[in-house]
């Protein structure tokens, strides 16, 4: 059983940058795709981005892309996301997700494991 937590999260004003981290423990760490995904109040839980498990290729959602970065240490089991130029629109809760299926996989049925989620809430 694989288990994650994110760490990271904050409040930060528009403009701003945050580290997301995410440390999976149980199962291969470097068989997993990792994922990020958000969920803001009143909203469904959208994809951010995904990072593949071998080949390090990167897929992003439109809204983050040029902003966000994912990257993954497999010597440390953590995935990190690495977000600047934060704006309020991308205050949500954000959610670490593991999965062996696909490639860079986008939705969230693709996962079978999820993180409880850290909050990031950005200020205008």
């Known amino acids: 059983q694989v288990q994650l937590v994110e760490s990271g999260g904050g409040l930060v004003q528009a403009g701003g940058s945050l580290r997301l981290s995410c440390a999976p423990s149980g199962g291969t760490f470097s068989s997993y795709n990792m994922g990020w995904f958000r969920q803001a109040p009143g909203k469904e839980r959208e994809f951010v981005a995904v990072i593949n498990c071998n080949t390090a290729m990167r897929n992003y959602a439109a809204s983050v892309k040029g902003r966000f970065t994912i990257s993954r240490d497999n010597a440390k089991n953590t995935v990190y996301l690495q977000m600047n130029s934060l704006k309020p629109e991308d205050t949500a809760r954000y959610y670490c997700?593991?999965?062996?299926?696909?490639?860079?996989?986008?939705?969230?049925?693709?996962?079978?494991?999820w993180g409880p989620g850290t909050q990031v809430t950005v200020s205008s």
């Open positions: 997700a593991a999965t062996t299926r696909g490639y860079i996989p986008s939705k969230s049925y693709h996962y079978d494991y």
